[in-house]
């Protein structure tokens, strides 16, 4: 759970946000990149967590 009330809408949804999509969605957030040096399977999640895009995880596959 995330609480940034100026931002952040309270909402509910059922999208899926996994452990290993943190790390790009803050560094994106916090204005920074992932580094390109090595893979990584964790995806940018900003639209869901704003709310901006709730379909975005389910059209990943």
């Known amino acids: ?17 996994s452990i290993i999509d943190v790390f790009p969605t803050f560094a994106k957030l916090a204005g920074g990149n992932v580094p390109d040096d090595r893979p990584s399977d964790g ?3 900003r639209n869901l967590l ?12």
Do not use: E, H, T
């Open 50 to 61: 704003l709310g901006d895009n709730d379909a975005d995880v389910a059209n990943i596959c």
């Open 43 to 45: 995806i940018d999640q």
């Open 1 to 17: 759970m995330i609480r940034r009330p100026q931002r952040i809408k309270p909402r509910s949804s059922y999208a899926m946000f």
